[in-house]
């Protein structure tokens, strides 16, 4: 109950801050803010494997992608011209949150419970249950089931798609003139990809 | 399914992703950077996974998932697509409004 509030505040707040954040760069803050609060609320929903897929996709994938865009685009700029070492800035933090990742994921390795076989037939998905139990409905198992058999084709057009799509994304944003943008030389001699007149991220 | 499966009144998730939605509407025609744009059509597949999950519960049916898993995956596609189209037209104009790129306009 408490939860429920709790995460909707979180959403809605954070999905105000991505709308109105004045740089790309913090609305992509927010929108993960977003992903992370939206699979805490899947795994109250019994969705377990699509809270994970949520924040591997969404989070891990999609977002990424957008910061290597806004890094693309708005900079113009040699990684090595902003400054000799700019690591130790952030070492520190990245530092404890890889050390909070690595406790996280040993204890939750060694705390794993033995997960039972699901046992139910072809199409049916279970009973409700507790979310992390095994074989009822929206267990990993069960979801696993009902995409690998009734849902199979879906599932297959699924692939279909995402080539159509790869293959745009080459077509749209490949070099078209590879000749003129590959100069021989070394790669500090090239030209940045773009030289914005007027800075992307304003 | 009777509607004690949910701790909270199941139209409360609804309602949240309308709210979630109409956000990522708001994004959409309001700002005018396409990648907050493109961010804005993010918020509104996410909002409509939510309400996919919870009627998925409601029912007891696996089948909202799956839907929801289809959305992810051409939810991706459009990302990458767009995000494409971005990084070809600021190769080209160099803009960043998308109200100043009218070069299809007619």
Request: avoid cysteine.
């Amino acid at each position: 109950m408490i939860a429920f509030w709790l995460l909707a505040l979180a959403l809605i707040a954070t999905g105000v801050f991505t709308i109105t954040a004045r740089k790309p760069v913090y609305s992509v803050v927010g929108l993960l803010g977003n992903f992370v609060a939206l699979a805490i609320m899947y795994l109250t929903l019994q969705a377990e494997f699509l809270a994970v897929i949520q924040i591997v996709v969404y989070s891990g994938a999609i977002l990424i992608l957008f910061l290597f865009v806004i890094a693309l685009l708005s900079s113009g700029v040699k990684p090595f011209d902003v400054g000799p070492d700019r690591l130790p800035k952030i070492l520190v933090p990245a530092a404890i949150i890889g050390a909070i990742a690595l406790v996280t994921i040993v204890y939750s390795v060694v705390r794993a419970p033995s997960v039972a076989q699901p046992s139910i037939a072809a199409g049916s998905v279970g009973a409700l249950g507790e979310t992390g139990q095994a074989d009822v409905f929206g267990s990993v198992a069960n979801f696993g089931i009902a995409l690998f058999t009734a849902n199979l084709l879906p599932f297959e057009v699924t692939a279909l798609l995402l080539m159509v799509a790869v293959i745009g994304v080459v077509l749209l944003a490949g070099d078209d003139e590879p000749a003129r943008r590959r100069p021989k030389g070394r790669a500090s001699d090239r030209e940045p990809i773009v030289k914005p007149q007027e800075p992307l991220v304003r | 399914m009777s509607p004690s499966a949910f701790d909270v009144p199941m139209e409360s998730y609804i309602a949240l992703s309308a709210v979630i939605f109409f956000l990522g509407v708001i994004g959409v025609i309001v700002r005018r950077n396409p990648l907050i744009m493109l961010m804005s059509i993010e918020l509104m597949f996410n909002a409509a996974n939510l309400a996919l999950i919870t009627f998925a519960k409601a029912w007891v049916n696996a089948t909202g998932h799956i839907f929801a898993f289809l959305v992810i995956t051409v939810a991706a596609s459009e990302a990458a697509i767009g995000l494409a189209i971005v990084v070809i037209v600021f190769r080209r104009s160099k803009n960043v409004d998308v109200d100043e790129i009218a070069t299809l306009h007619g």
